[in-house]
């Protein structure tokens, strides 16, 4: 949490008690030292131009710069999934910045090539959402057999399958370190350092500079290891409050996420893992809750496309940026090579909006032109109601994207919600055959094989 | 290292609004269905009172309906054919709540009438003692005229009357204050407007205890971000004590994901988006219960294996457990 002028004040030279011999000496080029605080805490000067900052204050002034919630990484051949520098609690105060990684789980006593099975067909799967191509980001791999040898080759069988990133799930420090060992060149998570294991986990992470997950069920004795764990020289760690109901969760991460924000706590300014299928019945809804608030890594325990494809979505769409709608290009879309009898139709420049009416156009066969409206981000309606897209500015997107030119016709087709809008843009349109189309996108196609 | 927890001290709390009425009230309802009360954001136990549970509508319409996906058609069958049948079938399927809505025209292509949607209404209250929520096609003047027939018919029940919105809320409102129902008030995503349409409803003389407020969501994937967040500025204006935002919020999750290509069409999609009724239901159910999350009292919803699963999450937010500091 930043500091205020006042606070950065009392730790420079003019502050201290007593005061610095030097205080107030302007050869920071500020009058005072408390000008010159009032412009470091607006960040409209480095701290580097005053020579007299005791190495205490320093310490200070950089331990408060750091971001409340510290980012943790791991990472696999390119691959790279990082959480935590987030700093709101809701995301209309700004946005949320790292979407969290989904993992799903194996275990090493499912059999070598049963996870070979499992990993290649999730590590391929790769979903289209808005023109964006969506992911699993890596896998947890848990020694439940209790063997280092089984673990190893667990460990060995999914790197065969997949480059994606890990979590290495044991509370036996000698079966970790048969993990790291396997995971050799790559970063994964270690899970997890508990009251018992903590000193030689701690051992293991450093020597293979892995983030280190730190499980405990309270927050009082998570705390404790972070700073023992700290204290041993491990900087990146993860936290697992370790809950077992869905409230239990909530309460839990909403809790840690008020520690690291509110109150600037640093033992417990960690990322947050969560294991949502251990919360309740209905894997997905928890796991929405983990992605909703404030996970940063999520394991799940089952995969199937009809279950990940809406998480990754609800993933998505949390972790939009609400100040900004996700937009495309404004201008004209060719579909599937149209030529000049082919149909023209008019959509806005809403993603969300586009892919909808662009995907069914491209994926039913059909050849047409696509205007799209510059309408400010916004949907059809949204925009109708907002005064973005109406008839004059249907016509304008007509002339600036020059289709006249590439048309023998003099028609276009409207979505059916805004149908409303013919007449004004028969007006603007002189000598144009104004057609209402369905209001849904996905009765596009079966529209187009009656109109032509 | 014993941490202390952060407490937000919250200087407002949301009403407590009683949907239906039983004889006692003067009402035929078997019991009443009561949301709001939260004096703290949602589920958190450790922080404040959260008296009632959010509960599930489930959606029946007055007729069968055209145009709905065919997994909703297979999952109610025959019973779709009568309203009676679709809200008995509903309450077996674990509803809290009846959401009746008309649409614009009759088996027979003929407007809806009002004396066909007072014999709807009818037929549901007789057979079911849930409460039942009402709500027209959603365009200002059929819906004026449908619920004030409906709210005739249905006297002292309380039942909640929609779309109440900013162009027809005075014959709505009018139709609650004359023959003791509630409102649903309807506004476009946005606090202030749902402020506003509040702000008037209540100058009508009806008191805020009979409103629900409905703020719009959009459905996973298509606009879901902006509902979530409407509500989640709604509920901290009410804690903050904005007494025109301290409404139970309900949003017609069903709906609006059932609109969606993912949970309508079953041919010619991605093999990436999954089996077809698995995806359609998560839909649904991924919507509802991450709109809990963000502060909807109530949800309603199409689809009956949706219920059930909505009821489990919510068992699961109602059991406190918190592990947290001291
Ligand atoms: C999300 C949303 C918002 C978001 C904006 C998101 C965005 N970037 O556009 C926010 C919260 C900002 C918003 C604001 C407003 N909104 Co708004 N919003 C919605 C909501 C929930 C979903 C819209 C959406 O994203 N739909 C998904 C996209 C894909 O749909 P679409 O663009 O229509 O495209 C479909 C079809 O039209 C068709 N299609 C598209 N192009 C084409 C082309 C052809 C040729 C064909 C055939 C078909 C076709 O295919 C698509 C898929 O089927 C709707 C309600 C709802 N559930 O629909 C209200 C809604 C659109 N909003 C509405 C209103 C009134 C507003 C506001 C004016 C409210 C206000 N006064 O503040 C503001 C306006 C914005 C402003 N002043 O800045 C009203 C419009 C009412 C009306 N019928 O006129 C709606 C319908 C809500 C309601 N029931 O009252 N809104
Ligand atoms: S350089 Fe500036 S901040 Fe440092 S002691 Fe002199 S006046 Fe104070």
């Known amino acids: 949490m930043a500091l205020s002028g006042i606070q950065i004040y009392k730790l420079l030279p003019g502050g201290q008690r007593p005061p610095h011999p030097k205080a107030n000496c302007k050869e920071c080029g500020f009058p005072t030292c408390l000008a010159f605080a009032m412009k470091l805490a607006a960040k409209q000067a480095e701290l580097s131009v005053c020579g007299y900052v005791s190495d205490e204050s320093k310490d200070k002034l950089s331990a408060a710069a750091a971001p409340p919630i510290r980012l943790a990484k791991v990472s696999s051949n390119g691959h790279e999934v990082a959480a935590g520098n987030e700093t709101v609690m809701f995301r209309h105060e700004k946005t949320f910045f790292h979407r969290p990684g989904l993992f799903l789980r194996v275990k090493d006593t499912d059999g070598v090539e049963a996870i070979k099975a499992a990993v290649s067909s999730a590590d391929a799967y790769l979903v289209d959402y808005v023109g964006m191509e969506l992911t699993l980001d890596g896998f947890a791999v848990e020694a439940a057999s209790g063997d280092a040898t089984a673990f190893g080759a667990a460990i060995g069988a999914v790197r065969g399958a997949s480059d994606r990133p890990l979590v290495l799930m044991s509370a036996d420090a000698a079966l970790m370190e048969a993990g790291l060992e396997a995971a050799e060149g790559m970063t994964p998570l270690v899970h997890s350092a508990n009251a018992d294991n903590w000193e030689a986990m701690a051992q293991l992470a450093k020597k293979h500079q892995a983030p280190l997950a730190v499980c405990a069920d309270s927050l009082d004795g998570l705390a404790d290891l972070t700073q023992k764990i700290k204290a041993a020289g491990v900087e990146d760690m993860v936290l697992d409050p370790c809950v077992g109901t869905m409230a239990g969760a909530l309460s839990s991460l909403t809790q840690l996420r008020r520690l690291a924000l509110k109150e600037n706590f640093r033992p417990l300014g960690y990322p947050i893992i969560a294991f949502p299928g251990e919360w309740c019945e209905d894997t997905e809804a928890a796991a929405v809750l983990a992605i909703a608030k404030y996970a940063g890594f999520v394991v799940l325990d089952e995969f199937s496309p009809a279950s990940i494809y809406p998480l990754l979505v609800f993933r998505q769409n949390i972790y939009t940026n609400p100040q900004e709608p996700i937009q495309v290009t404004p201008g004209l879309y060719e579909i599937n090579k149209p030529g000049p009898s082919d149909p023209v139709m008019v959509t806005t420049n809403f993603s969300i909006t586009y892919f909808s009416v662009s995907n069914e156009i491209e994926g039913s066969g059909n050849k047409g032109w696509l205007l799209v409206a510059d309408a400010e981000g916004m949907s059809v309606l949204t925009a109708w109601a907002a005064g973005k897209f109406d008839a004059e500015r249907i016509a304008k997107t007509v002339k600036v994207t020059g289709i006249e030119d590439k048309i023998s016709h003099r028609s276009i087709i409207l979505p059916g919600h805004v149908a409303v809008l013919s007449g004004e843009l028969e007006e603007e349109l002189p000598g144009w055959e104004i057609k209402v189309g369905p209001r849904e996108a996905v009765n596009l196609p079966q529209y187009l094989k009656m109109a032509i | ?326």
Not at chain 2, 19 to 41: F, K, S
Not at chain 2, 221 to 228: N, T
Request: proline share 5%; glycine share 10%.
């Open chain 2, 1 to 326: 290292m014993p941490v202390k927890i952060p407490m937000e001290k919250w200087a407002g709390s949301v009403r407590t609004v009683t949907l239906g009425a039983t004889a006692a009230d003067g009402g035929t309802r078997q019991h009443t269905v009561t949301v709001g009360g939260e004096t703290t954001l949602p589920f958190l136990h450790f922080e404040g009172e959260i008296p009632n549970r959010p509960v599930v509508a489930t959606e029946i319409q007055d007729r069968r309906p055209d145009g709905w996906s065919e997994l909703l058609m297979e999952a109610w069958g025959d019973r779709m054919n009568d309203p009676g049948d679709w809200a008995k079938a509903a309450e077996e399927a674990g509803a809290d709540l009846i959401a009746l809505t008309f649409g614009l025209t009759g088996l027979d292509g003929q407007p809806t009438s009002a004396e066909s949607a007072r014999l709807a209404v009818r037929k549901v209250l007789d057979a079911t003692g849930l409460p039942v929520m009402v709500s027209g096609p959603g365009q200002a003047e059929v819906d004026n005229e449908l619920l004030v027939a409906v709210a005739e018919e249905g006297a002292g029940e309380r039942l909640v009357l929609g779309y109440c919105e900013d162009r027809n809320y005075r014959t709505i409102v009018a139709a609650a204050l004359g023959h003791g129902h509630l409102v649903h008030a309807r506004t476009a995503m946005d606090v202030n407007l749902a402020k506003q349409l509040n702000i008037l409803i209540n100058d009508m003389q009806l008191p805020l205890d009979r409103i629900i407020m409905d703020p719009t969501t959009g459905a996973l994937g298509y606009g879901i971000e902006y509902g979530y967040s409407v509500m989640e500025r709604l509920r901290l204006a009410a804690l903050q004590g904005d007494s025109m935002t301290q409404l139970p919020m309900l949003v017609t999750v069903g709906e609006e994901t059932w609109k969606a290509k993912e949970s309508k069409v079953g041919q010619g999609v991605p093999e990436t988006w999954g089996v077809w009724e698995e995806r359609a239901i998560n839909w649904e159910a991924v919507t509802a219960s991450s709109l809990i999350q963000s502060g909807a009292d109530i949800v309603v919803v199409r689809h009956p294996e949706s219920v059930k699963r909505v009821h489990a999450v919510i068992d699961s937010m109602m059991t406190a457990n918190d592990r947290g500091g001291s």
